[in-house]
Structure formats: structure tokens, C-alpha cells
């Protein structure tokens, strides 16, 4: 019997995994969950974001269902014991490299989206951010520069396996969606980026009928608000992806409708799933969190670690029912709690 692991962590994360547990529970897969600490929670409870028990657990799950980390009463922490360690220790650990983030309109929201409606409705693009390398995890700390001034510092850097890798996961994807692959980069000013530009274009080689084009991040975050339906498959590194993955998540309609896979291949076993809006620490507790990203977040779960994709089916159709329906939680400017929006959901299984 499969194994989920829950890390419900932070914030709004244990209220909208459990929501996405009852989906996954109501479907009757035969599955089992082990839950553990983490991030803040885990930090308060045993004095490390990411305990040895978590990663334990983590490791033996057959995949993992992650909420959010991030809490604000860690900001004066040191870096190693911050909430968000968690998260990026685990993507590392796991070696999660490829990070899965699609962006579509469910119909009825286009009045949601920030964008004009018949703009947003076109947008339907997965970002392909890359998880483990960049600047997030380079040599990183504070100096004094020869002037006595204190200096933070973060080194960005890639190597080539590691873009080699993650591109091909983009061409491999484009070939089940629409053939287009879009790479972003900043090859004008970055030696990194030109890295990334150079083993696109060698890679692309194997791959003659995949449309690929390249963009500058700046431009691309400037055509994701213009035209967002000209993107299919979105490839990217850690920061750019992280940026431009919460942009394209307003563009279409909601940062609380946007799943997330970290996988460590194209087709992943034990992979994680989150929501892409962390932990919102603002409205957590008060059941106003919308549980659509967590619950589709499961459904990806169903598809990419466990090959249920017939369940995955029935969830995506029941969220994408609730919407037309009219179910809206309040960023998505109705009333429903985040248990009644998942009741909706529930409803259409
Ligand atoms: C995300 C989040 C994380 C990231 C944080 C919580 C470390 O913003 O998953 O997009 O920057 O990757
Ligand atoms: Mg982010």
C-alpha cells in the first residue's frame, strides 16, 4: 500500500493539506499517511526545521504531500534554523531537481485573474523551475568589505549536468503539450545564464521538433502580463522560476489555485507535492485559506508518483466543477471557508 508522507508545516499549510487528505481519503485508493514535523512547527517542537524523524519519514514515503513553511516569529533566527530551510533542505536531500508548476484558467475565474479577461483566458503554460542549484544553495554569508562596510553576499552558479538535466526534462515535456519550449534567462549580463543559453541550444539538437525560442527574464515577465497564452512549456532557473511562477499565478487568477510537483525525473516516483502560495501567516488559522492549490497539488501527487491518473482525473474535474459552479473562497472574492470550499470540491467527486 502506498505511502504519503504529510508535511503539513506552517501557517495555512495545516489547514489546506488536511482539506486535500479528506479529497484523497474520499476517493478510497487504499493508501496510507505518516505525518511529521516540519519548518516553524518542527523548529518550536524539537529546535530544528527539518528533524532527523522528517527526513526519515520523507525518505521512506512513496511521495510526500508538503503544506508551507515560513514564520515570522524565526525571522531573527540564524539562516540554518530558519522554517524555509526545511523546504530546501528536503528539495536537496531528495534531489527534486525538477520543479513542475502549471498555470491555467479554470473556467469562471477570468474575472479573478488581475489580468483582462480575455487575456487570462489563454494562459494555460507550466513553469519548469530548476530546484537545486542557482543562487539559492551557492556559497552564501556576510563579509566586510576593505571599507569596514558589512557585505552579504550569494554566489550564483551552474554547472552544466545540472542544466543539461533539467532542460531535457522541459523538451520532454513540450513533446506532451503543445511542442513549444520557451528558456529564460539573463545570457545579456549573466556568465550563468549564457551557461544555460549554450547547453539549451546543444540540447535542443535532440530534439528537431520541439519549437524553442529564448527570453530575458525582464522580457518574460513583461510578456507573461501581455500575452500569456503564447507560453506552453516555461524552462527556467531556481530564482527566475520562483518569481515568475507566483506572477503567472495572479495571471491566472489566483496564487491559491497553483499546484506544484518536485520531481527528480520526468516521470518521478517519491516526489513532492505543494501548493505554490506558502504559508500566508496574515490569514492563518481563520479558515479562510483556499485549499484548491493543496488539493490539486494531490492530484499531481496521484499522477506522477503513483500512477493513479483516472483518480488525478477526478480531482482536477471536481475542482475545475466547483469553480464553474461558482465556489469561490475570498481571493477568489467569496465567502467560503477553506472546509467549505473543499466540501464543494468533495460534492463533484
Ligand atoms: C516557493 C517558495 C520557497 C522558494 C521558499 C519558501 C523557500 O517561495 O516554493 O516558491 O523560494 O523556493
Ligand atoms: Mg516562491
Redesign the pocket.
Known amino acids: 500500500m502506498p505511502m504519503i508522507a504529510i508535511l503539513a508545516g506552517d501557517g495555512i499549510g495545516p489547514e489546506v493539506t488536511a482539506e486535500a487528505r479528506r479529497v484523497l481519503s474520499a476517493l478510497s485508493l487504499d493508501l496510507s499517511f505518516g505525518e511529521a514535523p516540519v519548518g516553524g512547527a518542527a523548529y518550536h517542537a524539537t529546535g530544528h526545521p527539518l528533524p532527523p524523524e522528517t527526513i526519515d519519514l520523507a525518505e521512506r514515503a512513496d511521495a510526500i504531500l508538503f503544506g508551507?513553511?515560513?514564520d515570522p516569529s524565526c525571522d531573527a533566527l540564524p539562516r540554518h534554523l530558519r522554517?524555509?530551510?526545511a523546504?530546501?533542505g528536503l528539495?536537496k536531500r531528495l534531489g527534486l531537481f525538477a520543479?513542475l508548476?502549471p498555470a491555467r484558467l479554470f473556467a469562471g475565474l477570468e474575472d479573478a485573474s488581475a489580468l483582462k479577461p480575455e487575456i487570462a483566458g489563454r494562459i494555460d503554460m507550466v513553469i519548469l523551475?530548476e530546484?537545486t542549484g542557482d543562487v539559492?544553495f551557492g556559497e552564501k554569508g556576510m563579509r566586510t568589505t576593505a571599507g569596514g562596510l558589512r557585505e552579504g553576499y550569494d554566489v550564483m552558479a551552474y554547472a552544466e549536468d545540472e542544466v543539461r538535466r533539467i532542460v531535457t526534462v522541459g523538451f520532454e515535456m513540450a513533446r506532451h503539450r503543445k511542442r513549444k519550449l520557451c528558456s529564460v534567462d539573463k545570457a545579456n549580463v549573466l556568465e550563468t545564464s549564457q551557461l544555460w543559453r549554450d547547453v539549451v541550444i546543444e540540447t535542443a539538437e535532440d530534439y528537431p521538433d520541439i519549437a524553442l525560442t529564448h527570453m530575458y527574464v525582464d522580457n518574460a515577465a513583461m510578456q507573461l502580463v501581455r500575452d500569456p497564452g503564447q507560453f506552453d512549456v516555461v524552462v527556467t532557473g531556481?530564482?527566475f522560476?520562483?518569481i515568475l511562477?507566483?506572477q503567472a499565478s495572479m495571471c491566472a487568477g489566483s496564487i491559491g489555485m497553483l499546484p506544484?510537483a518536485s520531481l527528480r525525473a520526468w516521470s518521478g516516483d517519491n516526489g513532492l507535492y505543494?501548493p505554490?502560495h506558502?504559508?500566508a501567516p496574515d490569514i492563518a488559522g481563520q479558515g479562510k485559506a483556499n485549499p484548491c492549490a493543496a488539493i490539486l497539488s494531490a492530484a499531481m501527487l496521484l499522477r506522477h508518483s503513483l500512477s493513479m491518473d483516472a483518480a488525478a482525473d477526478r480531482i482536477e474535474a471536481a475542482v475545475a466543477a466547483a469553480i464553474a459552479g461558482g465556489a469561490r473562497t475570498a481571493d477568489l472574492g467569496g465567502t467560503l471557508s477553506t472546509r467549505g470550499m473543499a466540501d464543494a470540491v468533495l460534492a463533484r467527486l
Open positions: 508551507a513553511v515560513g522554517p524555509e530551510q523546504i530546501l528539495r520543479n508548476r523551475r530546484l539559492y531556481n530564482l522560476g520562483d511562477s507566483d506544484s505543494e505554490i506558502g504559508s
